[in-house]
């Protein structure tokens, strides 16, 4: 049911992004919406799992790829 219910929202709303970044050398990857690059080493976004904005800033720009749906 609950699932069901999940993909009614997302033909509403709209599927999250996929995010996948690396920091230090660690990939990261994480479900996503409202993803703003503010400038090449900082970016913000709302994490879906854990309902959290989330804002990454580094000396050097940010790798990253993201894939909508």
Request: hydrophobic residues 40%.
């Amino acid at each position: 049911m609950k699932k069901i219910l999940t993909n009614i929202w997302y033909w509403f709303v709209g599927s999250p992004a996929e995010l996948t970044y690396w920091l230090d050398d660690k990939e990261t990857i994480v479900k996503v919406r409202r993803f703003k690059e503010l400038n090449p080493n900082h970016i913000t976004f709302k994490n879906t799992e854990t309902k959290k904005h989330v804002a990454i800033k580094m000396a050097d720009p940010i790798r990253y790829i993201i894939r909508e749906e």
